[in-house]
């Protein structure tokens, strides 16, 4: 079984970047999609980044393109989340799950079933 540890969150102004760190237990992890979703209070948990390690693909929603770049690091089987640029609106507890199913468009990340999930990280930007 995966497990996944979130670390990196934090306070930042508007403007502000930060980087979150994904850390899973062992390598299988590389046979599965990999996915940031967060989850702003008062609001349903919502996709943000997807890479699947063994097709190379990833796929960010509109609301990040430009801002956040998903990316992993085989050797230490870990994903990141860059963040810049951050707005007031990026406010949430920050999620990484594992997934797995077959995709045709990487814009299908998003729908894949995503079974392990770490604990979250909260991340609050100010204004």
């Known amino acids: 079984q995966v497990q996944l540890v979130e670390s990196g969150g934090g306070l930042v102004q508007a403007g502000g970047s930060l980087r979150l760190s994904c850390a899973a237990s062992?390598?299988?992890?590389?046979?599965?999609?990999m996915a940031w979703f967060r989850q702003a209070p008062g609001k349903e948990r919502e996709f943000v980044a997807a890479?699947?390690?063994?097709?190379?693909?990833?796929d960010h929603t509109d609301s990040v393109k430009g801002r956040f770049t998903i990316s992993g690091d085989s050797a230490k089987n870990t994903v990141y989340l860059q963040m810049n640029s951050l707005k007031p609106e990026d406010t949430a507890v920050y999620f990484c799950?594992?997934?797995?199913?077959?995709?045709?468009?990487?814009?299908?990340?998003?729908?894949?079933?995503?079974?392990?999930w770490g604990q979250g990280t909260q991340v609050t930007v100010s204004s």
């Open positions: 799950a594992a997934g797995s199913g077959s995709y045709s468009n990487p814009r299908q990340l998003e729908n894949l079933k995503y079974v392990y």
């Open positions: 062992d390598r299988t992890f590389r046979g599965y999609a």
């Open positions: 890479l699947h390690w063994s097709r190379g693909t990833a």
